[in-house]
């Protein structure tokens, strides 16, 4: 299964609105800031641009679109960043795995073998406590008589 047929049928072409249109709109959104901010300015340097500045508002008008902007392309390019850093983490992940498998198998074979001798013991001690020796009926681990034939089980 190829990865375009596991996913939403609208989805490479809302990825490509969204990779079209978020620089569109944080190019824009900038050129708007440039000029709100060149005509602040400019307006106290004196020459052509003097006198109140006239296109102040693009500033306002220029970060929301500067903004909406690069939310788009982040989410239009979201997938390919996401291949990327796996990309990079993943081989470094596995190394660190492998060396901690390496460097810890001797402590979890030992903590393996004592976990198997304990249940080995538990089961053992189990069977021993659990079954009367008269008619071989089981019976609870902490029970003193059996419940089948009554006969005193060895504590």
């Given at each position: 299964m190829s990865e375009e047929t596991k996913i939403d049928p609208k989805h490479s072409s809302t990825r490509m609105v969204l990779r079209i249109a978020g620089p569109t709109l944080a190019g824009i959104g900038l050129l708007l800031i440039v000029i709100?901010?060149?005509?602040f300015f400019g307006a106290f340097?004196?020459?052509q641009f003097a006198g109140p500045p006239r296109l102040f508002w693009c500033i306002f008008l220029g970060?929301?679109?500067?903004?909406?902007g690069v939310s788009m392309c982040m989410?239009?390019?979201l997938g390919?960043?996401?291949r990327y850093v796996s990309g990079e983490g993943a081989p470094v992940t596995k190394d660190t795995f492998n060396y901690l498998a390496d460097g810890t198998k001797e402590g979890v074979r030992t903590v393996a073998t004592a976990l198997g001798a304990g249940i080995a013991a538990g089961m053992a001690e189990a069977r021993a406590a659990g079954h009367c020796p008269k008619c071989g009926q089981g019976n609870d681990a902490d029970a003193r008589f059996c419940k089948h034939c009554g006969a005193g089980l060895a504590v």
């Open positions: 709100g901010v060149a005509n340097a004196g020459g970060i929301p679109l500067l903004f909406v989410f239009g390019f390919a960043f996401a």
